[in-house]
């Protein structure tokens, strides 16, 4: 399993030193789709972004298709990006309302030089139907549209150029719960059907887990646990991930006792020396604070980055 | 550029924001701005049909002649019909204030969209623009027209010159903004080059505030065109323009007010009218209103 995009140490600061992606490690294998996870402000979507290059790493590197793409021109990149597709979180913001959706869907065919005009135009119904929605709804302008079905325009165009590598940014909360779903079983079924490799940006553990056979979570930048989806959800070894999981109502299951984390999350542009979560990890020693922990595997494809990776303790939970 | 008019052609096509222009006519000072300055603009038009007389013949049988029923705006002190030169003066106007209005949107919209748009040309136009603004526009305007001699052309060029720094201004603080919206990330995502990112999704979403700004700047040319040919700087003798009108009659407006008196409520209305229509126009585009809505 070679794997299609590669991060190896990758980070991005931003102007003001915001550290938002600091150091990750990341493969994403052909027709894989990768979860990940994460609070608000960890830095999910900017990985998503520097993965294919929305915006510029500033240190590791960044490979695709066994190619480092870390500092390729501009132009190429262009052209690389026939390849890579990306959905984003907000329907609303996200389509040109001055276009038709048949020209949304047909311009990154357009640019690629995909086809004739003929074929372009004979493509733009067939897209449509598969992200569900009728040839007729081409010449119609966004704003006519719900936003479930402005993200199936988006899913569309994303989809238009056949990418390899698919990035969706929280492609459903901006969206009603009743619409959720839809989109969600959509992506999972184009996913699989066209054999994409995917990276799932979402903060809805529900989601991840509906859409993602493996998950990485994130915290302040860093990865601090990836594996199998099974396997993170039934036997976390992070006590973030355990703090994350127990802080999602599951239904069906009995209730789980939750952790509750004490203080905040620590500016991203002064992270805490050490490990990132020492300041509201129940396990937190000294160690933590001198020594950065790196990712390692304490199972077969379980990877955490903790001093003291296990199971939760029961001293750990506080009251239900 | 050839990316720019490449539009994906699709079987039917629609009005493109929908609500602007009923928007815009139910809009009471758009009404009447369009009614004023329609007129005005419809009268200098047909000024080869509508004046009774030849502007630029001398009659000194009709010297300093008050209104009456057969010069309804009096004649001035070579005996030509100030109706007849006020109609001729306004089609001079029309066609330097939209001259100006047009080639300040073409350079001052191309300079604050680059400006916008890339950043590492930011400063360096923008303090140009800066330099230019901070001489005042008439002054400024007269001596480039003055420097370029009289014509009207020049007079074109000079209050373009003129104009510029503020269209670029508005076209900038456009760019800005639509620069930022999630549509154009979207754009480079599916690898659109920077021009086509620019022409195809930032320009279209950033024009409403330049067409606002521009009848502005048809008012203001049309005000500093008459200022212009007031000083004798504009347009050469004889033609007839609405500052040379008033001029001629400065020397005698004790004695025949009407001869400045036409020329100056033209200028008034037409000012006013422009004006009006550039406020409906301004609340019927405004972005705001536009997202309040959608």
Known sequence: MTALVQAAALGKTFAGGVRAVDGVDLAIAQGETLGLVGESGCGKSTLARVLIRLIEPDAGALTFRDRDITHLPDR???????????????????????????????????????????????????LLGLVGLLPEHASRYPHEFSGGQRQRIAIARALATEPAFLVCDEPTSALDVSIQAQVLNLLRDLQERLGLACLFVSHNLAAVRHMAPRVAVMYLGRIVEEAARD??????????????????????????????????????????????????????????????????????????????PGALRPEELSAP | ????????????????????????????????GLLLFGLVAVCGLLADWLAPFDPLRNNFRTRFRPPDETFWFGTDRFGRDILSRTLHGIQVSLRIGLGVALLTALIGGLI??????????????????????????????????????????????????????????????????????????????????????????????????????????FALAVLAEAVLSFLGVGPPPPTPTLGGIIADGRDFIQEAPWISLTPGVVIALVVLGLNLMGDGLRDALDPRLRTAIR
């Open chain 2, 112 to 217: 604050g969209a680059v400006a916008g748009f890339w950043q590492r040309a930011d400063g360096p136009l923008m303090r140009v623009m800066d330099a230019l603004m901070a001489f005042p526009a008439v002054l400024l305007a007269i001596a480039l027209a003055a420097a370029l001699g009289p014509s009207e052309l020049n007079v074109i060029v000079a209050l373009s010159i003129a104009y510029v720094p503020r269209t670029a201004r508005v076209m900038r603080a456009g760019v800005l903004v639509v620069r930022e919206f999630p549509f154009v990330e979207g754009a480079r995502a599916i690898g659109a080059s920077p021009a086509r990112v620019l022409l195809r999704h930032v320009l279209p979403n950033a024009m409403a505030p330049l067409v606002v700004q521009q009848t502005y700047v």
């Open chain 1, 231 to 308: 396997r993170l959800f039934a036997a976390p070894q992070h006590p973030y991930t355990q703090a994350l999981l127990s802080a999602a109502s599951e239904p069906g299951s009995e209730r789980r006792t939750r952790i509750v984390l004490k203080g905040e999350v620590p500016s991203p542009a002064n992270p805490p020396s050490g490990c990132r979560f020492r300041t509201r990890c129940p396990r937190a020693v000294s160690r933590c604070a001198e020594e950065e922990p790196q990712l390692a595997e304490v199972a077969p494809g379980q990877r955490v980055a903790c001093h003291f």
């Open chain 1, 76 to 126: 190429a990149m262009r052209a690389l990006r026939r390849d890579m597709g990306i959905v984003f979180q907000d329907p609303f913001g996200s389509l040109n309302p001055r276009m038709t959706v048949g020209q949304l869907i047909a311009e990154p065919m357009w640019i690629h030089g995909i086809g004739d005009r003929a074929a372009r135009r004979a493509r733009v119904p067939e």
């Open chain 2, 1 to 32: 550029m050839a990316v720019a008019e490449a539009a994906v052609p699709m079987p039917a096509k629609r009005a493109k924001p929908p609500g602007a222009i009923s928007r815009l006519i139910a809009h009471p000072s758009f009404r009447w």
